[in-house]
C-alpha cells in the first residue's frame, strides 16, 4: 500500500514549485494587463497558466519533509476529495459554460478549473498536516459516500444531458 | 482503539518529539497516535512496543467498537 502512496519528489522540491508557480501567475496578470501583444496571444497566456498548473501539480506530487505514514494516508485521502471536487467543479462549469459570464468551455477555462483545485488541494493538505481532522483517518465512512456521492453526481448530469437533447429536439421542430 | 503510548512517554520521560526522532516520524504523527485519532500500522507499533521494551498489546488496546 504504502509504495502506491509515495510521491514523486523531494520535499524541497515543493516550496520552490509553488514560488515559481506565483512568480508566473504574477508575470501572467501584470503581463496580460499591460501589454497589449501578450493580451491579444491567447497562446501566451495559455501556455503561462499549464506552467502554473505544471506547478502546481509538481507541489502536490512532492513528499513531506518527514514522510510517514500518516502524511501518506494524509495525501491520498486529500487527493480522493481533489479529484471529487474536480469532477463536480468541472461538471458543473461545463453545464453552465456560455451562462453566467462564464465563457464557453475552452482549455483556459479548464486550466482555471485545475488550478482552483490545486490551490484548494495544497492549502487541504498543509491544513491536514497541522490539525490532524479525525475525520481524514476514518476508513469505513469513505468508499460508500464517496461511491454515493459519483453516482448522484452522474445520474444528475445524464439526467440534465437528456433534458437539454430533449428540448433541443423540441426547438428545432 | 486505547493506547498508553502518553503514560510510557511519562515513565520515560521524552516528549513527542523525542519519541518521534526515535520512531523516525514527524511530532505530529505521535500527537496523532496518543489522541487515537490515527491507527498506527503493524510495523510502526512493533517500533514503538520496542522503544518501550514492552508488548503491542500493552501499548495498544482494543476497545468494543474496534
Not at chain 1, 515559481?20 to 503561462?48: C, E, M, P, Q, R
Not at chain 1, 475552452?106 to 490539525?131: D, E, P, R, W
Not at chain 1, 475525520?135 to 465512512?141: A, H, I, Q, R, Y
Not at chain 2, 503493524?42 to 468494543?64: H, I, N, P, Q, W
Request: glycine share 4%; charged share 20%; net charge positive.
Amino acid at each position: 500500500m504504502e509504495k502506491y502512496l509515495t510521491a514523486m519528489f523531494d520535499y524541497r522540491v515543493k516550496k520552490q514549485a509553488i514560488i515559481l508557480s506565483i512568480i508566473f501567475f504574477i508575470v501572467d496578470k501584470l503581463t496580460y494587463i499591460n501589454n497589449d501583444w501578450y493580451a491579444n496571444s491567447y497562446s501566451n497566456h495559455i501556455f503561462f497558466n499549464y506552467l502554473i498548473v505544471l506547478g502546481l501539480l509538481t507541489a502536490i506530487g512532492s513528499k513531506d519533509k518527514i514522510d510517514d505514514e500518516r502524511s501518506r494516508l494524509i495525501r491520498y485521502s486529500i487527493l480522493k476529495n481533489s479529484i471529487a471536487l474536480f469532477v463536480v467543479i468541472f461538471g458543473i462549469t461545463a453545464l453552465f459554460s456560455g451562462q453566467f459570464g462564464i465563457k464557453s468551455l475552452s482549455m483556459i477555462t479548464i486550466l482555471y478549473c485545475l488550478q482552483g483545485i490545486l490551490v484548494i488541494h495544497i492549502l487541504s493538505l498543509f491544513l491536514a498536516n497541522k490539525y490532524n481532522p479525525a475525520w481524514l483517518f476514518k476508513e469505513t465512512t469513505s468508499p460508500k459516500d464517496y461511491n454515493n456521492l459519483m453516482i448522484g453526481f452522474f445520474y444528475g448530469m445524464y439526467a440534465i444531458s437528456a433534458f437539454l437533447i430533449a428540448m433541443s429536439f423540441f426547438i428545432k421542430k | 482503539m486505547k493506547n498508553l503510548i502518553k503514560v510510557e512517554r511519562a515513565r520515560k520521560n521524552i516528549t513527542q518529539g523525542d519519541l518521534a526522532d526515535a520512531l523516525q516520524v514527524s511530532r505530529q504523527t505521535i500527537n496523532a497516535i496518543e489522541n487515537a485519532k490515527f491507527v498506527p500500522s503493524t510495523v510502526l507499533s512493533f517500533k514503538m512496543a520496542r522503544y518501550f521494551g514492552c508488548k503491542v498489546d500493552e501499548l495498544f488496546e482494543l476497545e468494543e467498537e474496534d
